[in-house]
Nanobody, 121 residues
Framework: QVQLVESGGGLVQAGGSLTLSCAASGSIFRILPMAWYRQAPGKQRDLVARITSGGSTNYADSVKGRFTISRITSKNIISLQMNSLKPEDTAVYYC???????????????WGQGTQVTVSS
């Protein structure tokens, strides 16, 4: 089994910064593609940022230029640096990891429990 544990959530004022972290543990012998999702009350869960095993990244349009996803080299540990936070960033943030059966064929099989991020105005 693979377990993901998020940390770093909290309450910040608009314009502030916060860093989330996520560590994967268990029977993992490869670097996994990993991602951050978020879900606001009453809304769907959306992709925020993703990082591949090779270090390539992509972001939701709503966070481009403000958020940065990164990985500890050669580890299934990622972080999300969030700057210039807005009240609309308030959500539960979930860490996710993918398993890949071959190159380019991956599925999101693992999820963390989530960490609350609240941005006050």
């Amino acid at each position: 089994q693979v377990q993901l544990v998020e940390s770093g959530g909290g309450l910040v004022q608009a314009g502030g910064s916060l860093t989330l972290s996520c560590a994967a543990s268990g029977s993992i012998f490869r670097i996994l593609p990993m991602a951050w999702y978020r879900q606001a009350p009453g809304k769907q869960r959306d992709l925020v940022a993703r990082i591949t095993s090779g270090g390539s990244t992509n972001y939701a349009d709503s966070v481009k230029g403000r958020f940065t996803i990164s990985r500890i080299t050669s580890k299934n540990i990622i972080s999300l640096q969030m700057n210039s936070l807005k009240p609309e960033d308030t959500a539960v943030y979930y860490c996710a990891a993918e398993s890949c059966r071959r190159v380019g064929v991956c599925s999101t099989d693992y999820w963390g429990q989530g960490t609350q991020v609240t941005v006050s105005s």
